[in-house]
């Protein structure tokens, strides 16, 4: 289990996950700000809470595959 391409889909997990974090975030704030006009603080812990689950979405989709593809389809 612990193999040069564990390391790697680690890697590509936290690259691509911390990525897609922003972009969730930055979308997500752009969106919730125009429905609550006015109020900042609102908008940033709702675009928050979507960056972090789309993190974790991410992360663990990317953790998965590496596994499948390690354990079932990549015989070293």
């Known amino acids: 289990m612990n193999s040069p391409l564990t390391t790697l889909f680690l890697s590509i997990g936290l690259i691509f996950g911390f990525l897609a974090g922003v972009i969730a975030y930055l979308i997500l ?18 675009a928050l809470q979507g960056a972090i689950f789309t ?6 989709l990317s953790l998965i595959a590496g596994y499948i593809l390690t354990e079932f389809i990549i015989k070293q």
């Open 29 to 46: 704030y752009g969106e919730y700000v125009h429905h609550f006009m006015g109020d900042t603080k609102r908008p940033r812990k709702m």
């Open 55 to 60: 993190f974790i979405f991410f992360f663990l």
